[in-house]
């Protein structure tokens, strides 16, 4: 038997050979993969080999072929959805926790990963604006951690109502009611989905797409009063729940936090904020009008792969009531409700039982850069969304359609024929890389500036990437 050094050097060098010139390609590689999923199919499928391949061999090969097939989402070039790159650190304590391999589920079995993850917790809601009482978990991602703080909403409104959910399910019990912004992102309807939640109602918004609290505080008062009266529990209480919003995807705008919660809890619903990319504006000291008032909130749900720059997957979800928390996601309730005063187990805060130790990469993050660091990152990031909006303003054709007030720009060129072929000519040309979407009733070009990397160059880049798109498509 070798020793285990020997075991696992080759494949581990072959590794870290091939992420180096990965990462090292990211200055001036094409952003857009150049091979489709079916073209790759051939690459990777076939009948399962019968004998098997030295593991060395096996990366060298997934390296080369996968090569082709990858988007350049780590680039400083990359202004794609809201996607974010991966600080060196946070990289590195990624590799660190695959190599730990640590199931971390329990405090008492994987030690310092819990520990790690507590601290990096705690640093969240010192940042973050937070109450540092709640309790944090790592999922997957903004979708897990907003389904995450809904579920901890739904046991609570639940149990207020005087209805047993955990014994009795939802099937006959009081209905909760949900409101959202018109612009909530999709994977709230998602989340309340996953729940059983049914389908919210939705509340109107402004032009940036910030919920309108007067329209909430009617909705509400319907739902309590009015033709949409729609039960209340065994207690007389009725519950409701009301999502909002730190980062519209296309306008980057902040739902207004001090009007809407208060208008929220003087209905005495439970607030849950999704603040995937936009939770971090809190981090910033000059930023701070934007998410003003959330704290005042009962959950929230952000991701720490966006805008903190973590690799994929982490999202963090954060609530305030931990005895709803842990009884909606841990299973020993009972025993539950007797210790929630100490820490969580880390499976008593996430869907998950067994889990990779995500949060790690985020401490790692979170130490290399100081609080400093992260205000400067997101400092950063909106200066250049701003830059990028004030160029692209100026050239003659382009409609910059939202307030740049944190990290997203909203173009449009006249028409939806010509704002969808700049968007295409833009992608095939390979130089940088923006998404195509809709908004307002409008096909729109829109940039995200989500990456740690980007500098004044990328961002240059992107202006003559935008003018050269638009002068090819008006021929
Ligand atoms: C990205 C995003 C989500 C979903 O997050 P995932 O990390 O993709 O699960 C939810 N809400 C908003 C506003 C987002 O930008």
């Not at 639940?158 to 009795?168: E, N, P, Q």
Request: proline residues 5%.
């Amino acid at each position: 038997m070798s020793a285990p050094e020997d075991r696992y050097s080759d494949a581990l060098a072959a590794a870290h050979r091939h992420t180096r010139q990965w990462l090292e390609s990211q200055d001036d590689r094409r952003v857009g993969p150049s091979l489709t999923a079916a073209e790759l199919a051939a690459e990777f499928g076939g009948p399962l080999p019968q004998d098997g391949t030295p593991a060395a061999d096996v990366v060298d090969q997934l390296a080369t072929k996968a090569d082709p097939g990858l988007m350049a989402m780590p680039s400083g070039r990359f202004f794609g959805w809201v996607i974010g790159g991966a600080l060196p650190a946070a990289l590195a304590a990624d590799w660190l926790v695959s190599a730990w391999d640590q199931n971390s589920a329990l405090r008492f079995a994987s030690p310092a990963t819990a520990a790690i993850e507590e601290a990096a917790g705690a640093w969240l809601l010192d940042l973050l604006g937070l109450p540092r009482s709640a309790d944090v978990g790592f999922t997957t991602g903004a979708t897990m951690a907003n389904f995450t703080g809904l579920a901890a909403a739904r046991w609570r409104l639940m149990t207020d109502a005087g209805w047993d959910l955990d014994a009795d399910g939802l099937a006959g019990g009081p209905r909760i009611r949900c409101f959202v912004g018109k612009e909530r992102h999709d994977t709230i309807d998602l989340g309340l989905r996953h729940l059983g939640l049914g389908r919210p109602t939705v509340v109107p918004v402004d032009r940036q797409g910030r919920i309108d609290p007067a329209e909430l505080d009617c909705a509400l008062d319907l739902a309590l009063t009015g033709s949409g009266h729609s039960g209340s529990g065994p207690s007389g209480r009725t519950p409701l729940l009301v999502c909002l919003q730190a980062g519209n995807l296309h306008s980057g705008a902040f739902d207004p936090f001090r009007e809407a919660i208060a208008v929220a809890k003087s209905h005495g619903a439970w607030v849950h904020v999704d603040g995937a990319f936009g939770l971090w504006a809190a981090a910033v000291p000059e930023l701070a009008d934007l998410t003003a008032g959330v704290a005042g909130a009962d959950s929230w749900g952000t991701d720490a792969h966006k805008t903190l720059n973590v690799p994929y997957d982490c999202g963090v979800t954060v609530v305030r009531d931990t005895v709803a928390l842990r009884a909606a996601m841990g299973f020993h309730t009972d025993y539950l409700m007797h210790e929630v005063t100490g820490p969580a187990d880390p499976f008593e805060t996430v869907p998950e039982l067994s889990r990779r130790a995500r949060g790690v990469p985020v401490w790692a993050a979170l130490k290399s850069l100081g609080r400093d660091g992260v205000a400067d990152q997101v400092r950063r990031l909106v200066l250049h969304a701003r830059r990028l909006a004030e160029e692209l303003a100026d050239l003659e054709g382009v409609e910059v359609l939202n307030d740049v007030s944190y990290t997203q720009v909203s173009l449009a060129f006249g028409d939806d024929a010509t704002t969808r072929a700049v968007t295409a000519r833009i992608i095939a040309d390979g130089r940088v890389w923006m998404s195509g979407s809709r908004w307002q009733d409008r096909d729109i070009l829109r940039i995200s500036v989500s990456n740690w990397s980007t500098d004044d160059d990328d961002a240059a880049l992107a202006v003559r990437a935008v003018r050269d798109a638009l002068t090819a498509v008006r021929g």
